[in-house]
């Protein structure tokens, strides 16, 4: 599999080689990646089978754009759109179903490493955080500055399962006349709260939880899991890539509930994790899992 590895460091797509050996893609005539990024896993599909075609889609604009300008050689069809309108997409390309469905949860490097899109609590930035910044939808600034107390507490307890949620969202709040809503100002907070060591994965939790409030994750991949069994052809493959144990709980549920209706066959018992040597060379993988269904009938 080596000879489809992606030459840009910068866009490494996760548990490339897993997805490919799990999607069944020389079967496939055609493949819903439903968060595109930077095109990694699709590229990598087409040229297992320059055949399939793709359905490209991804809610940043930026991605879709990326991917207009380079991957215009592919059979590929793109969407500027949330992998939960599936139904519509389809629709669209005037098509009942598909052989092939990826979602990729995680963000892209790109994403992560861009201070102006705010992802990040290493860089001083202004905390937008939506993945469709070409909208007019709420920044996770603006999130912090309109909820009260309560609402950032369960934001962070639900979305980032941190302990200290009351006490760094009250922190925040009594911050906000004083200081710029910025990711500095939150690392701060979370410095004064939290003990050195455990600093690092709260600043992961509430800069996750911000983010999963900014763009109604958890209701995308809900409406999804509810309906995409309808858009996958019979012996088809499914493979959800999740990050965090929330979305994996989703996931579980969902290929468990399909399962005892007899629509879906779990290739998983257990989520597959990346190997030790693709963490090596790209650790934003360490926490991914990979869930893999195959519809009945």
């Known amino acids: 599999?080596?000879?489809?590895?992606p030459i840009d460091m910068n866009h490494l797509p996760v548990?490339?080689?897993?997805?490919?050996?799990?999607?069944n893609i020389n079967q496939s005539k055609n493949f819903f990646d439903g968060t595109l990024g930077f095109g990694g896993h699709s590229e990598a599909v087409t040229k297992m089978n320059n055949e399939c075609f793709v359905i490209g889609v991804d809610r940043d604009l930026e991605a879709i754009n990326f991917c207009k300008k380079n991957f215009n050689h592919l059979n590929i069809s793109l969407?500027?759109?949330?992998?939960?309108n599936i139904d519509l997409i389809l629709n669209r390309e005037k098509m009942k179903d598909v052989n092939a469905i990826l979602l990729d949860l995680g963000l892209s490097s790109y994403q992560l490493d861009n201070p102006i899109r705010g992802f990040s609590y290493r860089d001083k930035n202004t905390l937008d955080m939506r993945f469709d910044n070409s909208s007019h939808s709420i920044t996770a600034a603006e999130i912090i500055s309109n909820y009260n107390i309560d609402e950032l507490t369960t934001i962070f307890k639900e979305f980032g399962e941190e302990r200290h949620s009351y006490l760094i969202a009250k922190k925040i709040k009594d911050r906000l006349d004083e200081n710029e809503?910025?990711?500095?100002?939150?690392?701060?907070?979370?410095?004064?709260?939290?003990?050195?060591?455990?600093?690092?994965?709260?600043?992961?939790?509430?800069?996750?939880?911000?983010?999963?409030?900014?763009?109604h994750e958890l209701e995308h991949l809900k409406n999804f899991l509810s309906k995409f069994i309808?858009?996958?052809?019979?012996?088809?493959r499914v493979i959800i890539i999740s990050y965090h144990s929330i979305e994996d709980r989703l996931v579980k549920r969902s290929f468990k509930e399909l399962h005892q209706d007899g629509k879906l066959k779990i290739i998983t018992k257990k989520p597959l994790i990346p190997s030790e040597n693709e963490i090596s060379y790209n650790s934003r993988s360490r926490s991914a899992k990979m869930r893999i269904g195959e519809k009945i009938g």
């Open 181 to 215: 809503i910025n990711s500095e100002m939150i690392v701060e907070v979370i410095n004064s709260v939290t003990p050195f060591k455990y600093r690092k994965k709260t600043y992961s939790r509430i800069f996750q939880a911000l983010r999963i409030e900014t763009n």
């Open 1 to 5: 599999m080596n000879n489809i590895l």
């Open 79 to 84: 969407h500027h759109d949330s992998y939960e």
């Open 230 to 236: 309808n858009y996958l052809s019979p012996g088809g």
């Open 15 to 23: 548990m490339l080689e897993e997805t490919l050996e799990n999607l």
